[in-house]
Every structure is written in structure tokens, then in C-alpha cells.
């Protein structure tokens, strides 16, 4: 490929080609238009100037419509930690840090997908004798090498032994880094969470993270959809939640 234009030539190239993208001078990075608005409309929402809890004398008045935002999605988790199922959060890739960190503050086991998943690949190559050089070597090839069919065979070997060790989590996980599932085609193991999330055990729950920028508009992970069934099993993690606007200024009370 020819090395992309310097700007503002880079600019034309990108509405020619249909890509409603903005340089955002504050970010030195393109981004969709709808969140250059929102972070225009926020100042300090890049930053992620996140307000203390409780050390304002005054409420945060519920009048403000950021902090409303805020407060509508805090009592979304809190019932989600009720009511189990399975869950979808998409948050901006700049913001993945802060997400996966206040998302800890509620009662989740966190659980490193691409991690696990590796772990039961190893496991399964070791019982069926393949050495792992073999298995990285298969990684690399085509998908449409005999290579990458009996690496795939490999995963679906693994695939029981890492649904098995999910669903034995009690309470609700937090799923983090699905980069293989999506890799492999195995996002249908979120099928296998919300089923476990449902019926007589109503307490279970999965929580998937996702960075996800504005050009999508439903949860996709690497070009995979995420199998979700209704607008109630996924969610954008909003920037004022994130910024702790439902938490300021209250005091926590003893």
C-alpha cells in the first residue's frame, strides 16, 4: 500500500471515500462526528476528569441531564447483578482502562477471555500430542490450509473445557479481551453464558467489555456480531458514568 497523505490532503481522501470522520485537534486523532460533538459538549470528557465521591458539601443536582445519564445506568447494573443474563457493554478503545475498573466496584469475578482461552488451547494440544510451535505455526497460515482446519478442530476440542469453567464461576463474571472468540468464530459461547444466566439459577450473570468506536451501532467485536437478542442485553457505557457524575458530591453515609 502507498503511505497515506499528510493532512489536509488526508482529510479530502476521507470524505471521498464516504468516512464522516473529524480531526479532533485536542485528541490529534480522526474520530466519528457524533463523538467529536459530545466531547466538545464535554470538555473534559477525554481526560476523563472524573469527579471525586462525596467531597462536594452539595448533591449532584439531579436537574443535570449528564449526571441523570449517569444515574440511569448505575441502577441498570445494579439490576442486572439481580437479574442475571447475559450483558453486552460497548466503551469507547481509549476509555477500556477506566471502564474495566469502575465496572469492578460491583460484585464480579473478572475474567481474562483471550487468557482462558489460551490456557484450554495449550491444555488440548498437550492431550492430543501437538507441540504448540505447531499449533503457532497453524495460527499464521490461511484459513483455507488444511493448517488452520486442524487448528480449528484443536479449538473445538478446547471449546467444552473453557464454556465448563465459565459457567462454574458463581454470581456474575465480567468477561474481558474476546479477541480469540471472535478470531476462531466462537462468540456463539455467549449463547452457552446466557443460558446459563437464566432458569432456576437467576443470580448468574456475564458482563462482556467491548471497546467499540461510534462507526458501529450494535456490539461487534473484530467484525463478529455479538449474538445479542434484544436492546436489553447490551448497552454504551456513557461518558458522565464513567466520569463519576452520578457519584459526586454525595456522601457516603455510615
Known amino acids: 500500500a502507498e503511505p497515506l497523505p499528510l493532512r489536509p490532503a488526508l482529510d479530502d481522501l476521507l470524505n471521498d471515500v464516504g468516512l464522516e470522520l473529524k480531526f479532533d485537534d485536542r485528541s490529534r486523532e480522526y474520530v466519528g462526528r457524533q463523538r467529536l460533538a459530545l466531547t466538545a459538549a464535554t470538555s473534559s470528557a477525554s481526560s476523563l476528569d472524573r469527579l471525586a465521591t462525596g467531597h462536594s458539601p452539595l448533591p ?68 492430543a500430542n501437538v507441540r504448540w510451535d505447531l499449533v503457532l505455526h497453524a495460527d499464521a497460515a490461511d484459513p483455507s490450509t488444511s493448517d488452520w482446519s486442524r487448528l480449528t478442530a484443536l479449538v473445538d476440542r478446547a471449546m467444552p473445557a473453557i464454556e465448563g469453567e465459565l459457567t462454574a464461576i458463581p454470581g456474575t463474571v465480567l468477561l474481558e479481551r474476546a479477541g ?75
Open 60 to 127: 449532584a443536582p439531579r436537574e443535570d441531564p449528564e449526571a441523570a445519564v449517569a444515574d440511569r445506568f448505575e441502577q441498570r447494573l445494579a439490576g442486572a447483578l439481580s437479574d442475571g443474563g447475559l450483558l453486552t457493554l460497548m466503551v469507547y478503545p481509549q476509555h477500556l482502562a477506566e471502564a474495566t475498573k469502575e465496572l469492578r466496584r460491583f460484585d464480579v469475578t473478572p475474567v481474562d477471555l483471550d487468557a482462558l482461552f489460551i490456557r484450554q488451547l495449550h491444555a488440548a494440544a498437550e492431550h
Open 180 to 254: 480469540l472468540l471472535a478470531r476462531y468464530g466462537k462468540l456463539g459461547l455467549l449463547e452457552g453464558a446466557r443460558a446459563a444466566g437464566s432458569g432456576d439459577r437467576p443470580l448468574r450473570g456475564f458482563w462482556l467489555l467491548i471497546p467499540a468506536d461510534d462507526q458501529v451501532d450494535r456490539p461487534m467485536l473484530d467484525g463478529s456480531v455479538i449474538p445479542v437478542l434484544t436492546p436489553n442485553e447490551w448497552a454504551r457505557i456513557p461518558l458522565a458514568w464513567l466520569r463519576n457524575l452520578h457519584r459526586a458530591g454525595r456522601r457516603d453515609v455510615a
